[in-house]
Structures are given as C-alpha cells and as structure tokens.
C-alpha cells in the first residue's frame, strides 16, 4: 500500500506540473495568435494515444470538437508532455511543414520577443507555482525550521572531515548558518573550503577537503544534534521508575557527560542491564539506575530539540512565499553546479522518477506533498532554463541571440541543435535510470 500511494503522489504531482508548464506555453501562443496544433500530457511515441480530443467516440460526444484548433490527449509514454507549435522546430522535428510559405499563425513569423515570451512561459509557469504553493504552506501551517544552536554529532564521513562530537558550527567560509536541518545541505551546496566550530570553549578552524564532498551528498544523516540524555517522561511499563523529568545523565561506564547517541548505542549492546551511574536533579547530584530491557531500551521519553514555528498572515506569507521560492531556486542552482563538476560525484546522485517518487511519504500528508510540489516545480524550470537545445533554455537562448544580433538562427541549424539536445537528454536520463537501478541493487 506504500509504495502503491508513492506510485499515485507521484503521477498525480508530474502530471500537474507538466500540464501547468506546457500551458504556460500554449498560454503566450494564443496570446500572440499563433496556432497551437497539440497539447500533451505524456508522450503519444508511435501515435499511439490513451486519451485524444480526436478520437471518434469523444467526437460523437463532442460534435463541437471536431472544429477546435488544438488536439488536447494523454500519450502512453510518462517522461513529460508537450505542445507542439505550427512553424516551431522542436523534437517532433518536423521539417515538412517549414519548407512552406510562413503562415502569420506561425510561431516563426512573429517576433522575437514574442517567440520569447512564448519559450519562457513553461519556465515562468513552474516559477508562479512554486510561489504560490509556498505562500499558501506559510499561510496554512506556517513555517518550521530548528534554529542552528545545537552542537553536532557527526557520523563517519564528518569525523573524517574533522568535525568531532559537541563542535558547534558557526560558520562555513564567511556564511552564517541558520537552519540546523541545512547544515549538511550548505556544506555541500557552497562547497565550503572552511568551517568554523565552537569546541569547547575554544574557536577552532576546519580545513575541508573538497574531495569528500561527493561523500556528503551520498552520507544520510552528516550531522545529528548531539544532545544530553535528559529526561522528559516515562513510558509506560518502565523500568527507570527512580527517575523524573529534568535528570540528566552524568556518567555512563566511565565516561562523563555522555551524548544521547552514546548511550543508545550502549544500551541496544547491553540488553537486561542494570548499572548504577550519577545524575543531575536540579543542584543535586545522585547515583540512580539506568536499567535496559531485552529490546535494549530504557523506556525513557527525551528532550529533544524544539524546532522553532512562525504563524504567518496572508499580506505576510506572499513575500515570504517568495524569498523562499527564490532561495530555493538558489539551492538548486548550486546542486545543479555540484553535479557538473565531476571531482564531487554528485553525478552519482542524479535520480529518474524512481528516486522522485522516493521522496513522498508513505501515506497522504497535504503539507508534505504541496511542499515537494513546489519544489519540484523549481527544479522542472531551472532544468528548462539551462541553455541545451531541446529544453527551453536553449530555444530562450537563440531567441536572445537573434534580439541581440538581428540575425535568426536557420531551421536547418535549429534542427541539428534539437538533434544535439535530445541525444544529451537521452545520456541524462539514461546516467539518471543507470544510478537509481545501481542503488536498488546495492
């Protein structure tokens, strides 16, 4: 049933955000009077269609249809969706109908700003989107973060860098963290070459070596807040009943002033233990048990850090919907950077949709999947800005050329670039389905 409900959040949010991309386009098309001759949601490869405005029995429905402009249909094929524009080059690569007279409602007799605006109406559609999902997150449930005021336990890949348990991060080159959920993220984003910690009471200086960085990306859980093992409450059926809310393990086995970590990892390896060790309750310092059961647990419920939460108007959540839309962007920009250069390995964490559909939860939650909408929205436009022939980018990019030059591309060129960008989107997608088929199988 999970991985069924993972199956249904993810068709039902890449159906969404291709259909509001291609009409963006379709959108500044008729605007400007230009035919549009297909809209698509999926790819009909072999003309072969599970949904068209042309078939007969919708025509029998829909006399009226039959004089509309536009197919609108569903392809078998779900790696995207389209609209195929008269007098556009594009993949369905078409070259026939060019080698006629222009039509005036055809996309290459219009103008180049025109052409523009119709090239960048996808991108500026997913933009919109992700704006207005995330004022709506803000004005709904406000917003969440867990300020950067807790020192780290780091795993394996950190201790390696340098970090070491209870170092509290204050900055990376001269960036001031503030989300402690981010730290991991913005190491790897800024690829920072420094990293200032608190240990102790001393400020030290970390030199991070660049080559780890790909160990970042791939290292779930970098850094954990390393925590005190203090008591909130008692489970029910506990074997600690000596203790109350507020006590603070001192010691454990020898060691002083262990880490919550810590003492898990001691307790699952020491099931049906008993050992006497000292707390702090208030300004006392007693020696109490810490028992574990079989299962290696102590049925002690923890303080744990307390993430920080914003309540937000609507007047307020529109320019914070924004900013966060916009630092969003930035993060992708950076991930997107990371990926080609190739010394980081963050090639290796490029997925398809096998990885996207990792990331919605196992059951329906608004927040978490309006939250994931958006930002995959930001990611489905700043992939069609890149400027490759076959993604918008590239079509926004001869069409600036030509404003600026005054001189056009020809259909020959514009065909053989659209060759060149789909054979480097075929290696993309097969590098994308090549790495989510090698991490199923490790």
Not at 202 to 216: C, E
Not at 322 to 342: C, E, F, M, N, Q
Not at 364 to 373: A, C, G, R, T, V
Not at 386 to 405: A, K, N, Q, Y
Request: net charge positive; hydrophobic share 50%.
């Amino acid at each position: 049933m999970a991985v069924l409900m993972k199956i249904l959040q993810l068709v039902v949010a890449l159906s969404a955000l291709i259909a509001i991309h291609e009409a963006g386009h379709f959108f500044w098309a008729r605007i400007f009077g230009i035919r549009v001759d297909k809209f698509f949601l999926f790819f009909d490869i072999g003309g072969v269609k599970l949904f068209s405005t042309r078939s007969a029995w919708f025509l029998k429905l829909f006399p009226k249809a039959a004089s509309w402009k536009t197919e609108y249909g569903i392809g078998w094929l779900p790696l995207g969706g389209y609209c195929k524009i008269a007098g556009m080059v594009d993949e369905s690569l078409d070259m026939e109908s060019l080698k006629k007279e222009a039509q005036p409602w055809e996309f290459r007799s219009k103008k180049s700003w025109q052409r523009l605006l119709v090239m960048s109406g996808g991108v500026l559609n997913n933009f919109l989107l992700a704006i207005a999902l995330f004022i709506a997150i803000l004005a709904i449930w406000g917003g969440v973060y867990v300020p950067n005021d807790y020192p780290v336990y780091p795993n394996a890949v950190a201790r390696e860098m340098g970090f070491r348990s209870g170092d509290r991060i204050l900055k990376m080159d001269d960036y001031v963290p503030q989300d402690f959920l981010d730290l991991q993220a913005d190491l790897a984003r800024r690829q920072a070459r420094t990293v200032t910690v608190l240990r102790g009471a001393d400020t030290l200086t970390l030199y991070i070596d660049q080559a780890l960085i790909g160990a970042v990306l791939n290292s779930p859980g970098l850094f954990d807040a390393a925590l005190p093992f203090v008591v909130d409450s008692l489970q029910e059926g506990s074997l600690n009943p000596g203790l109350k809310r507020g006590d603070r393990l001192l010691t454990l086995q020898g060691s002083t002033d262990p880490w919550l970590q810590d003492v898990r990892a001691w307790l699952q390896a020491h099931p049906d233990t008993c050992v006497y060790e000292k707390w702090q309750r208030g300004a006392d310092t007693l020696t109490l048990p810490l028992v574990s059961d079989s299962t290696g647990r102590a049925g002690v419920l923890l303080s744990m850090p307390m993430a920080q939460r914003r309540s937000y108007s609507i007047a307020q959540a529109i320019p914070a919907g924004a900013k966060l839309a916009w630092k969003s962007v930035g993060g992708y920009l950076r991930d997107l950077r990371l990926v080609a250069t190739p010394s980081t390995g963050a090639y290796k964490s490029v997925g398809s949709f096998v990885a996207i559909g990792e990331v919605f939860p196992s059951a329906w939650n608004w927040y978490q999947f309006l939250y994931i909408l958006a930002m995959l929205s930001i990611m489905l436009g700043v992939m069609n800005l890149l400027p490759v022939p076959g993604l918008d980018g590239g079509h926004i990019v001869f069409c600036l050329w030509e404003m600026i030059s005054g001189r056009k591309p020809s259909d020959r060129f514009m065909q053989i670039a659209q060759i060149v960008g789909m054979v480097l989107l075929l290696l993309l997608m097969m590098l994308a389905f090549g790495n989510d088929i090698g991490r199923l199988i490790n």
